[in-house]
Structure formats: structure tokens, C-alpha cells
């Protein structure tokens, strides 16, 4: 189990850094959109090519902080049923979830999106817009994007096993807003 662990830390480790990497591309999209819109209203003139990097600095930001959130426990979940249930429940929820759900629909993805990216490629495929923006570049990130989150789901569902067999102890809330929205709709002993 401790080698399995060590790969758990190294695939959140690269997660976490590239997370707080693409983050920073959420900025550089507004900037960009600011840009444009002063440059076609001051000027009168507007650049698809411009709005199609504002689309692939949001997917990108989008596709690649989707592991970084999945391992910092900020992804969706319905917290107010959550709460009712005891943590040896929530745990069985989360290992049957990763196994039945998020795993195989990201192998799925992975696989489906390598055929489009290559698919793509091969057809130096262009935007529909004049002046646009090649499309296979971004299409080739889908696959790596899938791969990242599906080893952060297998890197979480170590951990989960970890944490049911005593191995590791059940990590604490990292701030957040979760616990609040529960405690806030959840009537107090």
C-alpha cells in the first residue's frame, strides 16, 4: 500500500502544480477579452483569432484545474445529503463513484477524444472563422487533459482505500465553503 500511496502523492503533486499554473490562464482570457473590446470599440475592428484564445485559455483553464480540484475535494457534491450520511457511508459513496463513474467515463473521453485530436491533426483542421485559429492544437490537450483526471481519480480512490483500511487518517476540511453551506442549511443539534 505505501508504493501505492507514493504514486497517489506524485499524481497530486503534478495536478497541483499544473492547477495553480492554468490557473492563471482565467486572468490572461479577461485581459485579452478587455483588449478586444476596447481595440473594436476604440477602432472599430475586432480579430477572430483573439475570441478563439479567450475560448482555449477558459477550456484550458477549465480542462486542466478539473484534477487539481477533484484532489482538493472542490468538486461538485450534493454536501447536504452528504452530511446526513455517516463517513464510513461517504466513504463506500466516493470508492463506488470513482470506480463505476468517474473512471471509466474518463477512460471513455480519453480514448473517444485521441481519435477526434488525431483525426483533427491529420486534417490540419482550421477554424470555420476567417482569420481564425488552427483547431487540432487544442483538440490534441482534450486526451492529456482526460489522462491527468483519470489518474487523479485513481490517486483518490488509493487514498479512499488508504483511509477505509486505517492506513491513512481522513483528512480534514481545507476551508472552503462546504462545511459552511452545510452548516448553514442543516438544522444544529
Given amino acids: 500500500m505505501q508504493a501505492l500511496l507514493g504514486l497517489s502523492r506524485a499524481i497530486d503533486a503534478v495536478n497541483t502544480w499544473i492547477g495553480r499554473h492554468v490557473a492563471w490562464l482565467i ?20 480579430s477572430n483569432a483573439w475570441l478563439e484564445v479567450q ?5 484550458l483553464a477549465f480542462l486542466f484545474a478539473a484534477p487539481w480540484a477533484l484532489k482538493d475535494n472542490d468538486h461538485i457534491r450534493i454536501d447536504i445529503v452528504s452530511a446526513q450520511l455517516s463517513q464510513r457511508a461517504r466513504n463506500i459513496i466516493e ?5 463505476f463513474f468517474l ?3 474518463a477512460a471513455l473521453i480519453l480514448f473517444t477524444s485521441y481519435h477526434y485530436a488525431a483525426i483533427s491533426w491529420l486534417q490540419n483542421e ?5 482569420g481564425g485559429l488552427p483547431q487540432w492544437p487544442i483538440k ?3 486526451p492529456l487533459a482526460f489522462a491527468l483526471l483519470f489518474a487523479q481519480g485513481l490517486s483518490e ?5 488508504a483511509i477505509m483500511r486505517g492506513d491513512i487518517p481522513e483528512p480534514r476540511p481545507q476551508g472552503g465553503y462546504h462545511e459552511a ?7 444544529k443539534d
Fill in 27 to 46: 486572468l490572461i482570457a479577461a485581459i485579452i477579452s478587455a483588449g478586444n473590446a476596447v481595440i473594436r470599440k476604440l477602432f472599430d475592428t475586432s
Fill in 126 to 130: 482550421q477554424s470555420k472563422d476567417a
Fill in 55 to 59: 475560448w482555449w485559455l477558459f477550456g
Fill in 103 to 105: 473512471l471509466p467515463t
Fill in 181 to 187: 453551506v452545510t452548516a448553514a442549511v442543516l438544522p
Fill in 140 to 142: 490534441a490537450l482534450i
Fill in 157 to 161: 480512490l488509493i487514498k479512499r482505500i
Fill in 95 to 99: 470508492v463506488i463513484g470513482h470506480v
